[in-house]
């Protein structure tokens, strides 16, 4: 044991020398940038509708409760990071890379390439890892989808949240090999920043580790009283060691080309508000879930075999500032937003541009199911009164102003006649449910040879 000891010691010694020195927010640094396109990578902190419905829970009732008003493959009541720093941007939150084939025209606001559960190493759930996620843009690169110039206008933003460092944990990696596994990550990272700047993008946006001893899943053991100052050591060590990589690749290109998006002092400081701050960054039970499992094995958005919710959820998702076990709500995001220099004063989002996301995913069922029954006269009626819908809906990004966020019924009655389309492409996908049924029996099968908590990541 006393190896292990040894390398514990040193290594909280390192945090706390570390953490003395403060990672610099972004403040600033955008000046005389103004990029056009935002190309995203990473996992569920940035995901906005890339995992596929039969896999991720961000597909479940009751995510999206916020916004759009249903699940839409976002991990969150609402909206996500992503959102912000478009919005941010003064752009589109960029489509996600799943649906883009059936938009090709509305690639102008970049790419969203992230998927939940992912790291920079396989995370054990057969996503796309973060090598992977920037060779999907290198491959549209090469099919010249966009040119250098596009390029040269984008900001890049990466998420890793720490599935790599569950997933460690959960195949059995040891607490005194974890400081070396985090230099592995911090590593490989930095090979993934570069090649993402060696494909032509400017600018590089990359988070910090959020305060991971925090997060529900771990508060719960102290009912959301206490977070885990081990684990919340082990993201400072992830930050410091991320800090050095930064400003040797900054060295390197000689600018501020890779910038930290500073989780882990955003959500720090909203967390620990007591008052002392008000506002969007006052949350009285910060460290308790809007959305909660009722037993063990569940977690929110699971049924039981009679269908019936093995979770309960907040009455007011607005005043909590986590959604899930791991996952801020729209509420939380925005505190984050909020409380990151840099990223002030955001107005409401585009409620048009989420819509016409959920449109375009309804829109890639149909096409399956098109595929499937070709010939189906009342689908094809379906598909046109679809179209008009979708030019309807451009015409009013075109012409009006953003909807209010807190009175979304303009769009939501829309999404609500989506709901018949819907059944009726259930009952037309036989192809698209045979392999949905597939890959549930694939995940049973996944979650009996590797911890359930990997599925549950971030
Ligand atoms: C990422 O995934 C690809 C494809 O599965 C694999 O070949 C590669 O080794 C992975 N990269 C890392 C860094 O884990
Ligand atoms: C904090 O997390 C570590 C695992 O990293 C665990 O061993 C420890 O028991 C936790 N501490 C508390 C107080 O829950
Ligand atoms: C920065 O780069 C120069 C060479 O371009 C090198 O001499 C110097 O040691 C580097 N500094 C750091 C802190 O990496
Ligand atoms: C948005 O709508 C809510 C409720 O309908 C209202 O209270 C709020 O003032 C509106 N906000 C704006 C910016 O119009
Ligand atoms: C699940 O496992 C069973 C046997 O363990 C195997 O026959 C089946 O093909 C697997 N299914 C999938 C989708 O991997
Ligand atoms: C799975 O994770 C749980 C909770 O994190 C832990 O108690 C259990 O020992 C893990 N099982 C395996 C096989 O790693």
Redesign the pocket.
């Known amino acids: 044991m006393a190896p292990s000891h040894i390398t514990l010691t040193l290594f909280l010694f390192i945090v706390a020398v570390c953490a003395s020195e403060d990672i610099k927010v972004t403040r600033n640094t955008y000046t005389g940038f103004r990029p056009t396109k935002l190309f995203v990578f990473g996992d569920s902190y940035s995901d906005t509708g890339n995992n596929p419905k039969s896999l991720a829970s961000s597909w479940k009732t009751p995510y999206g409760f916020t916004f759009p008003g249903k699940p839409a493959g976002r991990y969150s009541d609402g909206r996500v990071l992503t959102d912000y720093v478009a919005r941010f941007m003064g752009i589109k939150s960029p489509l996600p890379y799943r649906v883009t084939k059936y938009a090709p025209s509305k690639l102008r606001a970049g790419i969203n390439f992230a998927f939940g559960g992912t790291g920079v190493f396989d995370t054990g759930n057969f996503q796309p890892n973060l090598t992977t996620q920037i060779g999907y843009l290198q491959g549209l690169i090469k099919d010249s989808v966009y040119t250098k110039r596009d390029l040269k206008s984008s900001l890049a933003m990466v998420t890793v949240s720490g599935n790599d460092y569950s997933a460690f944990t959960a195949s059995g990696g040891s607490q005194q090999n974890l400081p070396a596994f985090i230099t592995s990550v911090v590593n490989q990272m930095t090979i993934d920043l570069k090649r993402i700047h060696d494909l032509g993008i400017p600018r590089v946006l990359v988070n910090t580790l959020q305060p991971v001893g925090c997060l529900p899943q771990l508060t719960v053991l102290s009912a959301y009283q206490q977070c885990n100052q081990t684990q919340n050591s082990l993201a400072s060590f992830h930050n410091q060691l991320l800090q050095l990589a930064l400003t040797t690749l900054n060295n390197n290109t000689k600018k501020s080309t890779f910038l930290p998006l500073d989780l882990f002092t955003s959500f720090n400081t909203v967390l620990k508000n007591k008052g002392d701050i008000t506002g969007n960054l006052k949350f009285d039970t910060p460290l308790k879930p809007c959305c909660t499992a009722t037993t063990s094995t569940a977690s929110c958005g699971s049924l039981d075999e009679n269908g019936k919710p093995l979770y309960t959820v907040c009455s007011e998702p607005e005043s909590m500032f986590f959604w899930d076990t791991v996952h801020p709500t729209q509420a939380g995001w925005r505190a984050v937003r909020d409380s990151t220099d840099g990223m002030t004063d955001l107005d409401d989002m585009d409620d048009i541009e989420m819509i016409m996301q959920q449109l375009q995913s309804e829109q890639e069922q149909q096409q399956a199911a098109e595929r499937v029954h070709r010939r189906n006269y009342i689908y094809r009626e379906r598909f046109d009164a679809e179209e008009h819908l979708m030019a309807d809906y451009s015409f009013k990004t075109l012409l009006l102003k953003p909807i209010n966020m807190s009175d979304s019924t303009d769009g939501m009655t829309d999404l609500d006649d989506m709901d018949d389309t819907e059944m009726i492409m259930q009952q037309l996908h036989s192809e698209q449910e045979q392999q949905e049924a ?2 549930r ?6 979650s ?1 040879i590797v911890n359930v908590s990997m599925l549950k990541n971030i």
Not at 441 to 446: E, G, L, P
């Open positions: 597939a890959e029996v694939h995940r049973r099968n996944i009996t």
